[in-house]
C-alpha cells in the first residue's frame, strides 16, 4: 500500500513538474512575443518616420553627439517597457526606464545591446537592480537609417508572479493529495486483503494436528481466494486422514504389543524363579526382563499419546492439592537421587489446590524430576519448588546438569526426540524421548503450559503453570 501511494505520490509530483514547466515556458514565450512587438512596434515608428516628411531621423550635435530627431524621440517614448535604438557604435535613444537605471546597470544594458545579433535576436539579462528581458530588431532600414538596431525590454519579474502563483497551490496541493491518496489506498487494501487476513487466522487455528477437522470458508466475494480455500481444505482432508490412520496404527499396534510383552514379562520372571535355572542364565535372563520391561513403558507410553491425540484418554478431573503430593514427588525423588548421587532440595511448597486428575498430575511432576535426575551427573543437584503466582500455580524443576542448547530448545517436547542420542541410550539414561511429549499433554489437559529455560554446561529449568482451582480463588477472595 506504501508502495503505490509512494508511486501515486511521485507520479503526481510529475504531472505538477511537467504542467510548471509548460505554463513556464508559455509565459516566456508570451512574455518573449510581446517585448518583441514593442521592438517592431519601435521599428516601424522609425521607419514611417524616415519617410513621413521627417528628413532627418539621425541628427548630429558636436556637444550630444549623433541622437533620433526630438518628434521621433516624443513618439518611441509612448512605447512601453525597456526601448533603445542604437546604431553600430553608440546608443541613439533610451528610454524613461532605461535612463532610471544605476550607472552601473545602463552600462550593463548598452554592453549587451550589441550582443545581440540577428542570430541571436533575445537574451535575459541580469542586472543589479533588475533582470531584463532583450529583444532586438534590426528592420529599422528606412533611408538613412541603415545600420540601426531597435531593442526593446521587459522584466521578467511577472514570470516570477508567476511561477510563485502555481508553485504555491502546487506545494500545498501535492501533500493534500498524496494524504488522501494514502487514507484511499489503505482503506481499499484493507478490504482488499481482508479476506487473506481471515484465512491467515483459520490456518493458524487449525495449524495443530489435533484441529485438522476444522476447514477453510470458502465463501469469499474473490474466486481466486475461494479455489485458494479448497485447494487448501483438501490438502488439510488429505493430512487429516494420514494423522488418523497413523494415530490408528500407533495405539493399534501399542494396544496389540501391550498383552504379549506382558506375557513374555510374565515368562521371564518365572523362569528366573525355576529351581532348574542355573545361574548362568540369570544374567541373560535380567537384561531379557530389563528390555522387556523397557519395551512395556515405550508400549504404555505409544498408547497414552495415542488415546490423547484421539481424545479418547479422559481426564477425571477433581479437586487436587498439590502440596501433599509435591512433598511424596520429593521422596520418590529424594530416593532416586541417593542412587544417582544428585541431591534433592525442595525450596518451597506453597498450599494450594488445583481442577486436575492426580493420578496424571503425579505423573507430570514425576516425568520432571525423574529427568532432571537422569541428565544430572552425581554431585549434582535438583531442586523442585510449588509457589503460587496470582491465579496460577508454578511447579519448577532446576537441575546443575549439563543444560540444552539453545538450537536444541524449539524441539524437547517433540515425540522420541533427544538431544543428546548417544548418551540418551546408556543404561542410565535409557529412554525413548516420549517423558517430555507425555508431560506437555498433561499440562495442555489441564489448561496449564509447560516451558524450558535452559544454557548448555549450566542446567535447566522446567515450569508448569496450571491454573489454581475455583474452590482455592473463591476461598482466597473471601
Given at each position: 500500500m506504501l508502495a503505490y501511494a509512494l508511486a501515486l505520490g511521485g507520479s503526481l509530483a510529475v504531472v505538477a513538474l511537467v504542467f510548471w514547466s509548460a505554463s513556464m515556458g508559455a509565459a516566456r514565450r508570451t512574455q518573449q512575443l510581446?517585448?518583441?512587438?514593442?521592438?517592431?512596434?519601435?521599428?516601424?515608428?522609425?521607419?514611417?518616420?524616415g519617410t513621413s516628411g521627417v528628413s532627418v531621423v539621425v541628427t548630429s550635435d558636436s556637444l550630444v553627439g549623433r541622437q533620433l530627431e526630438p518628434g521621433l524621440r516624443r513618439i518611441l517614448a509612448a512605447a512601453p517597457g525597456y526601448v533603445l535604438v542604437a546604431d553600430s557604435s553608440r546608443v541613439l535613444y533610451t528610454s524613461a526606464l532605461v535612463r532610471a537605471l544605476t550607472p552601473r546597470d545602463g552600462a550593463g544594458i548598452t554592453s549587451a545591446v550589441y550582443r545581440l545579433t540577428p542570430d541571436l535576436?533575445?537574451?535575459?539579462?541580469?542586472?543589479?537592480?533588475?533582470?531584463?528581458?532583450?529583444?532586438?530588431?534590426?528592420?529599422?532600414?528606412?533611408?538613412?537609417?541603415?545600420?540601426?538596431?531597435?531593442?526593446?525590454?521587459?522584466?521578467?519579474?511577472?514570470l516570477a508572479v508567476i511561477r510563485n502563483q502555481m508553485f504555491r497551490p502546487v506545494g500545498l496541493a501535492l501533500p493534500v493529495i498524496f494524504g488522501i491518496s494514502l487514507l484511499i489506498a489503505w482503506i481499499v487494501a484493507g478490504r482488499a486483503v481482508e479476506p487473506v487476513d481471515r484465512l491467515i487466522l483459520e490456518l493458524e487455528a487449525i495449524r495443530d494436528g489435533r484441529s485438522l477437522h476444522r476447514r477453510l470458508p470458502v465463501e469469499s466475494e474473490t474466486a481466486e481466494l475461494d479455489r485458494l480455500a479448497e485447494t487448501i481444505n483438501a490438502m488439510i482432508a488429505r493430512l487429516e486422514s494420514s494423522f488418523a490412520a497413523l494415530r490408528r496404527f500407533t495405539a493399534d499396534a501399542s494396544h496389540e504389543l501391550k498383552t504379549p510383552l506382558t506375557v513374555?514379562?510374565?515368562?521371564?520372571?518365572?523362569?528366573?524363579?525355576?529351581?532348574?535355572?542355573?545361574?548362568?542364565?540369570?544374567?541373560?535372563?535380567?537384561?531379557?526382563?530389563?528390555?522387556?520391561?523397557?519395551?512395556?513403558?515405550?508400549?504404555?507410553?505409544?498408547?497414552?499419546?495415542?488415546?490423547?491425540?484421539?481424545?479418547?484418554?479422559?481426564?477425571?478431573?477433581?479437586?487436587?492439592?498439590?502440596?501433599?503430593?509435591?512433598?511424596?514427588?520429593?521422596?520418590?525423588?529424594?530416593?532416586?537421587?541417593e542412587e544417582a548421587g544428585v541431591t534433592v532440595q525442595l525450596?518451597?511448597?506453597?498450599?494450594?489446590?488445583?481442577?486436575?486428575?492426580?493420578?496424571?498430575?503425579?505423573?507430570?511432576?514425576?516425568?520432571?524430576?525423574?529427568?532432571?535426575?537422569?541428565y544430572t551427573a552425581r554431585g549434582g543437584t535438583v531442586t523442585l519448588a510449588l509457589?503460587?503466582?496470582?491465579?496460577?500455580?508454578?511447579?519448577?524443576?532446576?537441575?546443575?546438569?549439563?543444560?540444552?542448547?539453545?538450537?536444541?530448545?524449539?524441539?524437547?517436547?517433540?515425540?522420541?526426540?533427544?538431544?543428546?542420542?548417544?548418551?540418551?541410550?546408556?543404561?542410565?539414561r535409557g529412554g525413548f524421548g516420549l517423558g517430555l511429549a507425555i508431560a506437555q499433554w498433561i499440562a495442555h489437559a489441564h489448561g496449564g503450559s509447560i516451558s524450558v529455560a535452559s544454557r548448555l554446561g549450566r542446567g535447566s529449568t522446567f515450569t508448569v503453570l496450571l491454573p489454581v482451582g475455583p474452590d482455592a480463588v473463591a476461598t482466597e477472595s473471601g
Open positions: 510581446r517585448v518583441d512587438g514593442v521592438a517592431r512596434l519601435a521599428a516601424r515608428l522609425i521607419q514611417q518616420a535576436p533575445a537574451a535575459e539579462v541580469r542586472l543589479d537592480s533588475v533582470r531584463l528581458l532583450l529583444v532586438a530588431n534590426f528592420e529599422a532600414g528606412a533611408p538613412g537609417t541603415r545600420g540601426l538596431r531597435v531593442i526593446a525590454g521587459e522584466s521578467t519579474a511577472s513374555l514379562r510374565a515368562d521371564i520372571e518365572r523362569a528366573m524363579q525355576s529351581s532348574k535355572m542355573s545361574y548362568d542364565q540369570l544374567p541373560a535372563l535380567e537384561e531379557a526382563l530389563a528390555e522387556t520391561a523397557r519395551m512395556a513403558n515405550l508400549v504404555d507410553s505409544l498408547l497414552t499419546l495415542a488415546r490423547a491425540d484421539e481424545g479418547r484418554f479422559d481426564v477425571h478431573k477433581e479437586a487436587v492439592e498439590l502440596e501433599p503430593m509435591m512433598r511424596e514427588v520429593f521422596e520418590t525423588s529424594t530416593i532416586l537421587g525450596s518451597v511448597a506453597d498450599p494450594v489446590t488445583v481442577h486436575g486428575d492426580p493420578v496424571r498430575l503425579r505423573q507430570l511432576f514425576l516425568n520432571l524430576a525423574t529427568n532432571a535426575l537422569k509457589e503460587r503466582r496470582g491465579e496460577h500455580v508454578a511447579f519448577s524443576v532446576h537441575d546443575t546438569g549439563q543444560g540444552i542448547a539453545a538450537a536444541d530448545l524449539p524441539f524437547i517436547f517433540d515425540r522420541f526426540w533427544r538431544a543428546d542420542r548417544v548418551r540418551s541410550r546408556t543404561p542410565e
